[in-house]
């Protein structure tokens, strides 16, 4: 800012002369000023357009993240499924090979082995097993149709991408032939015909 001009009030007409030359420099300064305002204006714009671009960014990396979320979730049901399946598989496999062992136990000279004991016990094990395994299918079912549905939904308000489809559950097939097997080896074991009589 310019100083105030020391003024000889004496002469009148110089006085003012000076206090003129003041005001143009005031005036030359308040432009200075003004033009430095709207250099800081511009430069608030630009920070505030790259911080709408780096929102955007985020914005998009949080919709990726949402949406490799749910096939993570999706890989966790598949490997539940895993789980009740192995549990299932030793079960129907051990009730099968009870029921196999103390059959071929009940025809040797000397062991009182009652006749239905070792079917009795094995086909209990291997329904057991068929049970846990239907129970697991169902909720494996269930559970992806909601996440499934989740997703659309999710996808259809625009919050994540939905460019990655769900592939067929190989679990779930493996699982469901799993099941096809302990019923026949539960049928064969109770009325003892093919394919495991």
Do not use: C, W
Not at 40 to 59: A, G, I, K, N, V
Not at 73 to 80: G, Q, V
Request: glycine share 8%; charged share 20%; hydrophobic share 40%.
């Amino acid at each position: 800012m310019p100083p105030v001009p020391t003024v000889d009030k004496s002469n009148s007409d110089m006085a003012s002369v000076e206090y003129s030359a003041y005001r143009t420099e005031l005036s030359h300064h308040r432009t200075g000023l003004s033009d430095h305002r709207t250099d800081l204006s511009e430069y608030r714009t630009d920070l505030s357009m790259h911080r709408t671009d780096l929102s955007t960014e985020r914005t998009e990396m949080s919709m990726r993240r949402t949406g490799m979320s749910f096939q993570r979730t999706r890989l966790s049901a598949e490997r539940t499924l895993m789980s009740v399946i192995r549990t299932s598989l030793s079960l129907i496999g051990f009730g099968f090979t009870i029921y196999q062992v103390f059959a071929k136990l009940v025809d040797v000279p000397g062991v009182k082995l009652g006749s239905e004991a070792p079917r009795n016990f094995g086909v209990s094990l291997v329904a057991l097993g068929i049970a846990m395994l239907v129970l697991g299918i169902v909720y494996h079912v269930n559970y992806m149709k909601e996440l499934r549905a989740e997703r659309s939904a999710m996808t259809g308000d625009g919050l994540i991408h939905g460019e990655s489809r769900y592939p067929l559950s190989f679990t779930l097939l493996t699982a469901l032939a799993l099941l096809v097997l302990g019923l026949l080896a539960i049928v064969s074991m109770v009325f003892g015909i093919a394919p495991f009589g």
